[in-house]
C-alpha cells in the first residue's frame, strides 16, 4: 500500500535539503518493485489519490530524514556487549572476545544478530554492512526483521580457533554468495578479516571470488599503530602500500576504520576509489590512537560513511549517536570547530550507496521532547541533540516497520522470548 506522511514540520532529503510543513508520499511498483518518493504541500487535496487506497501517517512535530547506513558492524557481538571493557584491542579480542566466539554456535549467533537488527531498525538503520561467523544466520535474522543487510562471509586464516582448512572455508564463502546473491535485500560479500589475520593468498583468493561474482570486499585496515609497525618490521610497507601491491585495492573494497594512514596513502585510498568507513566510537573506547585522517580524506574525495563497529567496542549501534562522536572528535583533534560539520557527518550517515543499497527509506524523529526544542536548524538538532530512541517510524522500501516505537512485524512477547534466549546464551561466557 502506498504511504502518505501528512503534515511534516521538517524534512530532510538525501541531498541535504531542508524542507517545512510538507507531505511525503511513498509509492512501490509492485511489479518493477520500483520506489518513488515525492514531496509537496496538501499532496491528498492536491492528487486524484483516494484516501482509502492508503496507509497516512501523521507527520506533525516529526522531521523525516533518509534511512541511517551503519556500513561497519558485527551486530551477533550484542552477545559480547559489556563483556570486557576499557581494554586495548589485541588484549581484548585474544583474551576475551575470540575465546567467547569460539562458545557461539549457529542458533546463538541468530538470535544476538535478532537482537542487533532490532536495536538498529529502533535507531533508524535501515542498512548494514556486516562481518561476522554464521553469516547464514545474519540473513535469517536481517529477513525477520525487514531491514537492509551487505553480509560478509567471514575470512581469517590464523591465530582464532574458528579458522581450520582455508579451501573449505572459500568454499563455504562461494556458496553462501549463489545462495543468496538474488535476495533484494540481502547483498552476500567476502570479508577477508584484516592484513595481520590473512596472508597474502587469502587477500587474493578472495578478489578472486569478489570479481567472479560481482559481490563487494569488505576488510578491517589500519585500525591500531602496532597493526602498521608489525606490517612494517616485516614486510617494511605500510598496510594500505600493501594492499594496493597484491592487488586489492578497488571501488568494490569497503575498508574499516583506516585511522593510522599517512597523506600518501590517503592519496592511495582515494586513487582506486575505495570505500572507508569511519568508526570514531570504537577507535576511541578501543584506544586504537591517532585519528583518521577526516580533512585529508575530503579534501582527497575519498568516499565516507560511518559504522558503530561491533556491540562489543561501543557498545551500541546508534548511527545518531555516531554522528555527534564523529563531528566532536575531529573538531578536538584538529582544534578547529568548523571541521566535522553537520552536512559532512549527515552525508556520511546518509551513505548506503557505498554498501550496495540505493535509499530510499524513511525514519521520522519525534521532535515532541524537550532535548529537540526550540529548532533552530534542524539538521544541528539531527546531529548535536537527537539520539536513537527519538527515532518514531520507520520505513523500509515501502514497508512500514517500526512505528510509534513499536515494531509492526514483532510483538512484545516474541521481544521477551528474545531477550531470554539472550540471558541463556551468556551463560556460558568467561
Ligand atoms: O575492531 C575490531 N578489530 C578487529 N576485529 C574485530 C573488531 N571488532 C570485532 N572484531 C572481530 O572480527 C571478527 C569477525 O570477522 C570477530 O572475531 C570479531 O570479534
Ligand atoms: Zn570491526
New binding site residues.
Given amino acids: 500500500m502506498d504511504i502518505l506522511i501528512r503534515d511534516l514540520d521538517y524534512a530532510v532529503d538525501i541531498n541535504l535539503n531542508v524542507y517545512k510543513n510538507i507531505d511525503i508520499l511513498i509509492r512501490r511498483d509492485e511489479d518493477s518493485k520500483k520506489i518513488s518518493i515525492d514531496r509537496g504541500r496538501n499532496l491528498l487535496e492536491k492528487s486524484n489519490l483516494d484516501k482509502k487506497d492508503l496507509k497516512i501517517i501523521d507527520g506533525d512535530k516529526k522531521c523525516a530524514l533518509p534511512g541511517l547506513s551503519n556500513n561497519h558492524t558485527?551486530i551477533p557481538?550484542t552477545l559480547?556487549r559489556g563483556i570486557a571493557d576499557d581494554m586495548i584491542?589485541q588484549e581484548w579480542?585474544r583474551e576475551k572476545?575470540?575465546p567467547n566466539?569460539g562458545r557461539l554456535t549457529g542458533e546463538d549467533v541468530y538470535y544476538g544478530a535478532l537482537l542487533g537488527c532490532l536495536e538498529m531498525l529502533r535507531f533508524g538503520i535501515t542498512s548494514f554492512n556486516d562481518?561476522?561467523?554464521f553469516p547464514e544466520e545474519i540473513v535469517r535474522a536481517t529477513k525477520e526483521v525487514g531491514i537492509k543487510g551487505t553480509v560478509?562471509f567471514?575470512i581469517?586464516d590464523f591465530g582464532?580457533p574458528?579458522c581450520k582448512d582455508l579451501d573449505k572455508l572459500l568454499n563455504n564463502c562461494e556458496k553462501f554468495i549463489k545462495e543468496y546473491i538474488a535476495e533484494e535485500k540481502i547483498n552476500p560479500v567476502v570479508?577477508p578479516?584484516?592484513p595481520y589475520?590473512c596472508s597474502k593468498d587469502t587477500y587474493v583468493q578472495c578478489r578472486e571470488i569478489s570479481q567472479e561474482y560481482n559481490v563487494l570486499l569488505h576488510t578491517?585496515l589500519s585500525?591500531t599503530r602496532y597493526e602498521v609497525v608489525e606490517m612494517e618490521n616485516k614486510i617494511g610497507m605500510r598496510p594500505v602500500e600493501y594492499l594496493e601491491s597484491i592487488g586489492i585495492l578497488g571501488d568494490n573494497l569497503i575498508t574499516?576504520?583506516c585511522v593510522w594512514i599517512t597523506k600518501e596513502e590517503v592519496k592511495i585510498l582515494a586513487k582506486h576509489r575505495v570505500k572507508v568507513v569511519h568508526?570514531p566510537g570504537?577507535n576511541m573506547k578501543?584506544a586504537?590512537g591517532g585519528v583518521m585522517p577526516l580533512v585529508e580524506m575530503l579534501r582527497e574525495g575519498v568516499s565516507l560513511s560511518l559504522g558503530t563497529?561491533?556491540p562489543?567496542?561501543n557498545n551500541n549501534l546508534d548511527i545518531l549517536e555516531e554522528m555527534k562522536i564523529a563531528a566532536l572528535l575531529h573538531k578536538a583533534h584538529r582544534w578547529d570547530p568548523t571541521v566535522g560539520d553537520v552536512d559532512t557527518v549527515l552525508r556520511m550517515a546518509f551513505n548506503s550507496e557505498s554498501i550496495g543499497f540505493e535509499n530510499r527509506d524513511i525514519v521520522l524523529l519525534d521532535l515532541n521532547s524537550p532535548h529537540l526544542r526550540p529548532v533552530h536548524n534542524i539538521k544541528s538538532n539531527i546531529v548535536y541533540s537527537a539520539n536513537g530512541n527519538d527515532v518514531d517510524t520507520v520505513i523500509v522500501e515501502g514497508e512500514v516497520l517500526l512505528e510509534n516505537k513499536k515494531f509492526s512485524k514483532i510483538d512484545d512477547k516474541y521481544l521477551r522470548n528474545i531477550y531470554h534466549k539472550v540471558n541463556s546464551i551468556i551463560k556460558k561466557f568467561n
Fill in positions: 558485527h557481538m559480547l584491542l579480542l572476545i575470540w566466539e562481518m561476522y561467523f560478509g567471514p581469517i582464532t574458528q570479508a578479516h584484516a589475520t578491517h585500525e574499516a576504520h568508526c570504537s578501543l586504537s563497529d561491533g562489543a567496542s
